[in-house]
């Protein structure tokens, strides 16, 4: 028989992150075992050639709240990220990044926002609040700036930080709009928050502590042309209705653990032989 559902599911995409998991998953566990919530900490190996999926085997058999999913190939962040989502079953799902650049502890503050109506809670390294510093390199914070005014004129409004990597939804928002999802790399972020407005969804900004980590997989000049590019792809989805109907299927909130599909588990944690859809996720079945 299935476990009880979790109160809690965290992603974590994980590429090349051998050297960086391990405190972000251990501090995750601690700080959900300590404030006594039921959790799942998913770890999304996207295609990893370094020993990722070796460190987060060896992380489940010490900590059952550990869950590895690993993908055959490279698929890019978003995708990772969408492959944990459709694969959770708590009643909240937070994602955040290998790094532990925004410390689990700022989980209250996103928690808080969530019980005061919102659907989507969002982490913002914009955004100024009482006990919050944000150590972000001066080079990031321009391009950072510039990006965002093209988030403002293409696809988001109202919002001043939509790549913080640290974001927390609903369970059943959570699977609705990751089942809506087309992007598979960074720029994910920004469709995600398209489609909540687009469905109407309450979306909470909340000042989150921040610390730029070394080891970054991001090129910021490569990358910041490349999803400049996708806002353009975004805008077109939107244009075209291609968020109106899911292409996975989501999960409703309403399912309990006992219906929930289990991962076949080859014994060490890792998930096989499950639901894949056309691009090869690991998907729920409708």
């Avoid at 020993?51 to 995708?79: C, F, Q, W």
């Avoid at 913002?124 to 005014?149: C, K, N, Q, T």
């Avoid at 109106?244 to 998930?271: F, I, N, Q, W, Y």
């Amino acid at each position: 028989m299935a476990s009880a559902r979790p109160a809690v599911s965290v992603i974590i995409p994980a590429y090349n992150e051998e050297g960086r998991l391990e405190p972000t998953v251990r501090d995750a566990v601690h700080y959900f075992r300590s404030t006594s919530r039921n959790a799942e900490i998913i770890v999304v190996d996207d295609g990893s050639r370094d020993g990722t999926s070796d460190l987060t085997n060896r992380l489940h058999a010490e900590l059952p709240e550990v869950r590895l999913i690993r993908l055959a190939a490279n698929a890019g962040k978003g995708y990772a990220v969408r492959t944990g989502v459709v694969n959770a079953r708590g009643r909240l799902v937070l994602f955040m990044d290998a790094d532990g650049a925004t410390p689990i502890a700022e989980y209250d503050r996103l928690e808080r926002a969530i019980a005061g109506g919102a659907a989507v809670a969002i982490g913002s390294r914009a955004l100024h609040g009482p006990g919050v510093r944000v150590r972000a390199r001066l080079y990031r914070r321009m391009i950072g700036r510039l990006f965002h005014g093209l988030v403002r004129t293409l696809t988001v409004r109202g919002i001043a930080d939509t790549q913080c990597g640290f974001k927390m939804f609903r369970g059943a928002a959570a699977h609705d709009l990751f089942s809506r999802m087309r992007m598979k790399g960074f720029s994910f972020d920004v469709e995600v928050l398209v489609m909540a407005q687009l469905r109407g969804l309450r979306v909470a900004e909340v000042p989150v502590n921040w610390t730029h980590q070394p080891g970054s997989r991001v090129n910021l000049v490569r990358d910041s042309l490349h999803m400049a590019y996708d806002l353009l792809v975004i805008r077109a989805h939107v244009l075209r209705g291609d968020y109106d109907a899911p292409h996975v299927a989501p999960l409703s909130d309403g399912v309990g653990a006992d219906a929930s599909v289990e991962d076949e588990s080859d014994g060490t944690g890792s998930a096989v032989g499950v639901v894949g859809d056309s691009e090869g996720s690991v998907v729920r079945p409708s």
